[in-house]
Nanobody, 127 residues
C-alpha cells in the first residue's frame, strides 16, 4: 500500500518562503513521477508542479520562477520550495504519485495521471 505524507505547511507572510516535503512508501519510488497540486476553498484542485523520474520538471504559469520542485530518490521524498509567496497561493497542498512508471509528459498536469495522494498540508499566506 502506497502512503504519501506531506509536511512543511504553515502560516507565512506575503513574500515569505516555505518548503513542503512529501515522503513516499509502499513501492519503488524512482520510476514514478511526483506532482504537487493545491485546492483553495470553493475551488477545484489545480496543478502546481511535477517532476518526472529523470528529473524533468513542469510548472503551472502562476508559480514558475517562484516555486521549485525536486526529488531525492534515496530518501523517497519530493520537495516543493516556495518563495515569494502571495495570498493567492493559500490552499491545501497535496502531493501525488504518478500511475505509470517512466512516464514523462505535460499530461502530468492532469489529476488522472496520478493514483496515490497524500492527505494534504495547509499553506496560508497572510497579506
Amino acid at each position: 500500500q502506497v502512503q504519501l505524507v506531506e509536511s512543511g505547511g504553515g502560516l507565512v507572510q506575503t513574500g515569505g518562503s516555505l518548503r513542503l516535503s512529501c515522503a513516499a512508501s509502499g513501492r519503488t519510488f524512482y520510476p514514478y513521477a511526483m506532482g504537487w497540486f493545491r485546492q483553495a476553498p470553493g475551488k477545484e484542485r489545480e496543478f502546481v508542479a511535477a517532476i518526472g523520474w529523470s528529473g524533468s520538471t513542469y510548472y503551472t504559469d502562476s508559480v514558475r520562477g517562484r516555486f521549485t520542485i525536486s526529488r531525492d530518490n534515496a530518501k523517497n521524498t519530493v520537495y516543493l520550495q516556495m518563495n515569494s509567496l502571495k495570498p493567492e497561493d493559500t490552499a491545501v497542498y497535496y502531493c501525488a504519485q504518478g500511475k505509470s512508471p517512466y512516464y514523462i509528459s505535460y499530461g502530468l498536469a492532469l489529476t488522472r495521471e496520478y493514483d496515490y495522494w497524500g492527505q494534504g498540508t495547509q499553506v496560508t499566506v497572510s497579506s
